[in-house]
């Protein structure tokens, strides 16, 4: 069955960087794009970014373009957000995403935290 762990959150100071992962399990991960989001506390669901399954193309919510990068690597069926310059409102949990055939799959989500 599908699988998506995410991994690598935690407690960062502003300004600070992190880089979180998912890692996929139970498709072929090398053909569907991938998309992260982020739930803050009292706040819905915001997408942040995607990639397309080649990793050819990204694109990213306006509040996070320059700041954060989506990366992959097809032969660890990984993606990975890279955050840097975190501020206190980047505070959330962080979701990856797969959609297949018609069929939304989320990981579990990684807390982050920015703070002093």
């Known amino acids: 069955q599908v699988q998506l762990v995410e991994s690598g959150g935690g407690l960062v100071q502003p300004g600070g960087s992190l880089r979180l992962s998912c890692a996929a399990s139970?498709?072929?991960?090398?053909?569907?794009?991938m998309s992260w989001y982020r739930q803050a506390p009292g706040k819905e669901r915001e997408l942040v970014g995607s990639?397309?399954?080649?990793?050819?193309?990204?694109n990213y919510a306006d509040s996070m373009k320059g700041r954060f990068t989506i990366s992959r690597d097809n032969a660890k069926n990984t993606v990975y957000l890279q955050m840097n310059s975190l501020k206190p409102e980047d505070t959330a949990v962080y979701y990856c995403k797969v959609v297949r055939r018609g069929i939304h799959y989320w990981g579990q989500g990684t807390q982050v935290t920015v703070s002093s």
């Open positions: 990639i397309t399954s080649t990793g050819g193309s990204t």
């Open positions: 139970g498709f072929t991960f090398s053909i569907y794009a």
